[in-house]
């Protein structure tokens, strides 16, 4: 996998770049706002709420297991299954 920034626009250009389609995006809130609005229609999943640049509160890792699987199928399903 190649080395990227952690901007959802960076990551974007280095998957293209490679041919490799995004479909889901991971992190604190703001990473996956920002994900959505540069993207348009990707599959997110809020791993963590960030509360200022160094600190933030992770979820149960439970629930964030839970929440990538049901969006790592919904990426991965054709566009006519996928959620709006």
């Known amino acids: ?6 901007r959802p626009a960076s990551r974007r250009s280095s998957a293209e770049s490679l041919g490799v ?10 990473l996956t706002a920002e994900a959505r609005d540069m993207l348009g229609p990707i599959e ?3 791993t963590k709420l960030a509360m200022s640049r160094s600190a933030g ?14 969006a790592a199928g919904r990426a991965g399903a054709p566009p006519s299954r996928r959620a709006s």
């Open 57 to 70: 509160a992770t979820y149960a890792p439970a629930h964030v297991h839970a929440e990538l699987k049901v």
């Open 44 to 46: 997110t999943v809020t």
């Open 21 to 30: 389609p995004l479909a889901l995006a991971s992190g604190d809130q703001i």
């Open 1 to 6: 996998m190649a080395a990227c920034s952690t």
